[in-house]
């Protein structure tokens, strides 16, 4: 699965990209997690939670309005678990784990007796996480033992730190992110604050009880009705973190709360000077990536052995030392999926977020990404690529790799593409992605009696008996006008040349001549 889904908004939940969710998304989107929600209730109904969300349960005070509005309840669990690739709005850290709204909190606020409840709740009632987007500066007991209970029950609490962070005041340390926060300080809870790599969020309560942080400015949310809003606050932070909770849980469930802390906290990104907002960023495809690494190696001098949940995997050889070089299974390819695959000269093996091929004369070569996806569409190795010769190398807004039997481009605008041959060689002679033929936007299209590549700037067209030429401009539009090579001009025999006035290309049929003067295409013979 990959973050390039029909979702509208998905490109302006920018707090995703900065925790890297869309990275984890092949790997987990927390299927099988049940997340609670401990809030104000959750819109049941919303478009981007329909069919995800269980039936809602009531703790809040009888004497409280059942109409208050369910916003941020909406907001907090659309931020864990709204869907992915379903056409609507954007998509949660978690966008196939299952909510369960527990309604704590109404215009009486949130009473920590009904939170307290909520709590038992879950966790007799399969809850995996507890997300608790709330907060008071007085301890509960009765709390306090709640959440004990479900963590020794194996589900994992996250609480928001708070939206007070006073600025520290010289000589008195506890005014650095007062008032502490409960339930977020309870030493069983995972504390999140709201920072990112931009920098921290002064508003936002810092302390020695926080464990990490994830983006709290604009979080892009669903609200009722059918609406979205950017929202602030760790309220929206917490969420984040309980969303990365479902995927790690998703690919080891075995693990315990402590360990998941652990993971998150040891693969978070580190930043200096972040004193009071925990171990770093959030970063869920490290945490993932960690969670799933974390079966069985046994790796002898030529070979490593992978084992998880029963399933064994062996890398060995020259795809072995590239593996490793790429970090092994903590390392960007992530666990291997299969055991070595031969194919006639060569042999691949299968990895989470790549593959690594390998012929005596290429050596072993990762490819992966949209890159993969193009080889693998036309056949991989017994394609007319073959097998990859280099790895992706970034070039401007894009990347290349080189094939035994051509190249494929990338960049975000014109998807991957293949080139190759005499087409790949006119390309080159204009400049390659430089020129002014840019980037191609089609790999190499087959016609009658030759074939052709589309570019961002225009195209190449082949034939056996003609070569392959340049055709852009005013006289593309020209000669497209005439039918193309099936009109009565047939294939360029000639890429454009200049001549006084203007600027003259020779087709089969006849030739077109582009004047300066009059801005006008006309035939010539």
Not at 443 to 469: I, N
Not at 513 to 518: V, Y
Request: proline residues 6%; glycine residues 12%.
């Amino acid at each position: 699965m990959h973050a390039t889904g029909t979702d509208p908004l998905l490109s302006q939940a920018t707090h995703l990209v900065k925790i890297k969710a869309p990275q984890a998304w092949p790997v987990s989107t927390g299927r099988g997690v049940v997340v609670a929600v401990l809030d104000q209730g959750v819109q049941l109904n919303h478009p981007d939670l329909v069919g995800r969300v269980l039936p809602m349960v009531d703790f809040a005070p009888a004497n409280s309005s059942k109409s208050y509005e369910e916003t941020h309840g909406t907001a907090v669990a659309s931020t864990i678990a709204a869907a992915l690739r379903n056409a609507e709005g954007a998509a949660g850290v978690a966008p196939d784990a299952t909510i369960l709204p527990v309604r704590v909190c109404s215009d009486l606020g949130c009473p920590s007796s009904a939170v307290a409840q909520g709590v038992l709740y879950a966790a007799d009632n399969g809850a995996d996480v507890i997300n608790l987007s709330l907060g008071s500066d007085e301890a509960s007991d009765a709390l306090k033992t709640a959440i004990a209970y479900a963590v020794r029950k194996g589900v994992v609490v996250v609480a928001s730190a708070g939206n007070s962070g006073d600025p520290c005041t010289e000589g008195v340390t506890t005014a650095c992110g007062n008032p502490v926060s409960y339930p977020a300080a309870f030493d069983e809870v995972i504390s999140v604050s709201s920072a990112d790599l931009g920098g921290v969020d002064s508003w936002a309560t810092h302390n020695e009880f926080v464990d990490l942080s994830a983006p709290g400015e604009g979080v892009l949310a669903a609200v009722p009705w059918s609406r979205y809003e950017p929202v602030t606050g760790t309220s929206f932070s917490a969420p984040q973190v309980s969303g990365a909770v479902a995927d790690v849980l998703a690919v080891s469930p075995t693990l315990s709360p402590a360990a998941v802390r652990t993971v998150l906290q040891e693969s978070s990104t580190k930043v200096v000077g972040w004193g009071g907002y925990g171990a770093g960023l959030l970063d869920v495809r490290a945490a993932v990536t960690r969670a799933a690494a974390s079966g069985v190696v046994d790796r002898p001098d030529d070979s490593a052995v992978y084992t998880r949940a029963g399933i064994t995997r062996t890398v060995k050889g020259e795809i072995l030392k590239r593996y490793r070089a790429a970090g092994a299974e903590a390392g960007e390819l992530g666990w291997p999926q299969s055991d070595e695959i031969g194919f006639p000269g060569g042999a691949s093996s299968v990895f989470t977020w790549g593959h690594v091929v390998w012929t005596p004369w290429t050596g072993a070569r990762i490819v992966k990404g949209a890159v993969l996806d193009r080889w693998l569409t036309m056949g991989g190795v017994f394609s007319y690529l073959g097998a990859p010769r280099g790895e992706e190398v970034r070039i401007g807004r894009g990347v290349f790799q080189e094939f035994n039997g051509g190249l494929v481009y990338w960049t975000p605008q014109t998807g991957a593409q293949a080139v190759r041959g005499e087409i790949l060689r006119e390309y080159g002679s204009t400049g390659w992605e430089r020129g002014p033929l840019g980037f191609p936007v089609t790999s190499e299209v087959h016609l009658r009696g030759g074939a052709f590549s589309a570019f961002e700037g225009g195209s190449v067209y082949w034939s056996p008996r003609t070569g392959a030429h340049t055709v852009r401009g005013a006289l593309r539009d020209a000669w497209a006008s005439t039918g193309w090579e099936a009109g009565y001009l047939g294939y360029p025999v000639s890429d454009e040349y200049a001549v006084p006035g203007g600027v003259r290309q020779d087709f089969q049929g006849r030739s077109l001549l582009f004047t300066w003067a009059t801005g006008r295409v006309t035939e010539v013979r």
